[in-house]
């Protein structure tokens, strides 16, 4: 169970990285500032309506999407089915994520990845942010274009101040929140965005930080799990195909997850049905295409994370 745990694992807020074993300060070169002073585009606050979610799926951007989320009270918990960038431009939050605490502020950028679980566990004011995801696709031509670089997981899930590798993602976030950039410097910002992610998930760049401790036993379990979370799936199946027992199962995802390997599955389902009400699927067939028994428990899952309706959320989709 040794290498299932993460110890001493600090915090990183604004301004320093002290998950890091190094402890290094953030540079103080700038990023663009464009992106943290754009307004939301979201409506106006609705009282009754505390969430509020636009998908938008750029012509000149195939197999992109990109969703503009506005929160004045529920918190976040969500698991990413593809690889996913995250500017913050309004609020202060805390997120829980790779065995760290890290605190989102505007200007913030983050990289998440496919499976991963983020948790959003205390706010100071109305969260405002934009996600750019990516579909596996792209990802994986580029990866292969770039030399078939291996997959390593980043140590951190924010970049930093002046980091490289962060300026390309943050003027692609910039170009599709105006909504009106020609499709040629769109798609130049795409290209560069995705060399940004093959570099920042590759082995060169994840050994100059803190080693991402998922451990041999979760890595199979979360394979397994992402290949097969649509069909029937036990505990006992899990556990005997990653070597541990149901029990030391269930405490490696809550040690390193914070959920226990149910909630993930649903997560993930979840997850496959925002994709595909986004590509236009009726919510009255997306039970039966991500797992779940029936609308009724499709409805009781997707308000409970998403915080709106799998109608609603189909209708936020231009």
Not at 145 to 155: T, Y
Request: proline share 8%; net charge positive; glycine share 8%.
């Amino acid at each position: 169970m040794s290498t299932l745990r993460r110890r001493g694992l600090g915090k990183i807020d604004g301004t320093r990285a002290a998950c890091d074993p190094r402890k290094r300060a953030w540079r103080s070169a700038r990023w663009p500032t464009r992106l943290r002073s754009m307004p939301s585009a979201l409506p106006a606050s609705d009282p009754d309506d505390p969430l509020r979610i636009e998908i938008v799926r750029p012509k000149a951007l195939s197999g992109v999407t990109v969703a503009r989320c506005r929160s004045d009270a529920r918190r976040h918990r969500s698991v990413k089915d593809r690889f996913a960038s995250v500017s913050f431009t309004a609020g202060q939050s805390e997120w829980r994520a790779r065995g760290c605490t890290w605190t989102a502020k505007p200007g913030a950028l983050a990289l998440m990845l496919p499976g991963e679980v983020h948790r959003e566990e205390s706010r100071d004011g109305p969260a405002r942010f934009q996600v750019v995801l990516f579909n596996d696709a792209l990802v994986n031509e580029a990866r292969l274009s770039l030399g078939g670089r291996p997959f390593a997981p980043p140590p951190r899930l924010f970049l930093e101040r002046g980091e490289p590798e962060g300026a390309p993602l943050l003027a692609l976030h910039a170009l599709v929140h105006e909504g009106d950039a020609e499709p040629l410097a769109l798609q130049t910002a795409l290209a560069e965005s995705l060399r940004s992610i093959v570099a920042l998930t590759s082995p060169g760049h994840a050994e100059r930080g803190r080693p991402y401790a998922w451990g041999a036993p979760l890595r199979r379990a979360f394979e397994l799990i992402r290949a097969r979370f649509v069909t029937t799936l036990s505990l006992d199946e899990i556990a005997l195909h990653v070597g541990l027992d149901k029990f030391q199962l269930i405490r490696a995802f809550r040690d390193q997850l914070g959920v226990t390997p149910y909630a993930y599955v649903t997560q993930l389902r979840i997850g496959r049905a925002r994709a595909l009400l986004t590509r236009g699927v009726p919510p009255s067939e997306i039970a039966a295409r991500v797992g779940l028994y029936d609308q009724s428990q499709l409805n009781r899952h997707f308000k409970r994370i998403v915080g709106i309706t799998p109608g609603q959320f189909a209708r936020a989709v231009v």
